[in-house]
């Protein structure tokens, strides 16, 4: 299986880094992708590229919670990062309403040079929309003519948004909330196929059930893909062949 959305470098992970990607390893996670969020993470998350190479993978972006006044400056330190070494993909970006519009102008405009240099290094894109997919869906639309791929991170939309996502070429991202009992995910993955559908934890937060509430890991996905293939009616092993398909086909 393959975990499309970790955050490894995390403070609340980085105590007991190595024995959480061990534990993954062992359940069967072989490959981790790593979105950045700014210039303060980046350190971090290439040093753990660096001691596992073939299993954590860093990407490369300015996540919406910290566009701020310096958003400019943190731009540039994207754009550099990009020129200068290999990235899986362009992310954590994208656009969230729910903490703070006081800089949502910014966001897009972010959102925006940031999807342009997806295009240009031919890299994915790990959108983040809380509180703002369709305002996300709006963007990649625009920007779609058929060489644009975009994970919906954590996809918080309705079953008919996931629909337009699919439409246009995309994927969602599956994570813990498909566990929990008044998550609308699983209404969300009846309306597309699985083959728009990848597997995430979002590690370390939102942890499925029966670990909701306490910290998340990479370890924890095999419980994701369980709870899918109990909502497409699959063979487990179904849903871990599939996604790791289209997660690779992602990340080519």
Not at 9 to 32: C, N, S
Not at 91 to 109: A, N, P, S
Not at 163 to 172: E, K, L, N, T
Not at 186 to 205: C, F, K, N
Request: proline share 5%; hydrophobic share 40%.
């Amino acid at each position: 299986m393959i975990d499309t959305h970790t955050h490894l470098y995390d403070d609340a992970t980085v105590v007991a880094q190595d024995e959480h990607i061990q534990r993954a390893l062992a359940a069967g996670v072989h490959k981790m992708y790593m979105p950045n969020c700014d210039s303060s993470t980046i350190e971090g998350m290439l040093q753990i590229a660096e001691r596992y190479p073939q299993h954590c993978f860093p990407m490369m972006g300015l996540h919406p919670c910290y566009v701020k006044e310096n958003y400019r400056e943190e731009l540039a330190v994207v754009e550099k990062y990009l020129a200068a070494r290999s990235f899986s993909g362009v992310g954590e970006v994208g656009l969230d309403f729910y903490w703070d519009q006081t800089f949502v102008k910014e966001q897009k405009i972010a959102f925006e040079q940031q999807i342009d240099w997806a295009l240009a290094y031919r890299l994915p894109v790990i959108i983040h929309s809380r509180s703002s997919t369709q305002e996300c869906l709006d963007i990649i639309k625009r920007r779609q003519k058929g060489d644009l791929v975009a994970i919906f991170h954590c996809f918080s939309g309705t079953p008919e948004q996931a629909q337009r996502v699919a439409a246009m070429g995309c994927y969602v991202g599956i994570g813990g909330v498909v566990t929990f009992k008044t998550s609308n995910l699983p209404e969300v993955l009846r309306a597309i196929s699985l083959e728009h559908v990848v597997l995430e934890t979002d590690a370390p937060y939102l942890a499925p059930v029966p670990y909701r509430g306490k910290k998340n890991e990479s370890t924890y996905l095999p419980l994701i893909a369980e709870k899918i293939a109990s909502v497409y009616e699959l063979p487990l092993a179904e849903v871990e062949r599939v996604t790791t398909e289209n997660a690779e086909k992602i990340f080519r």
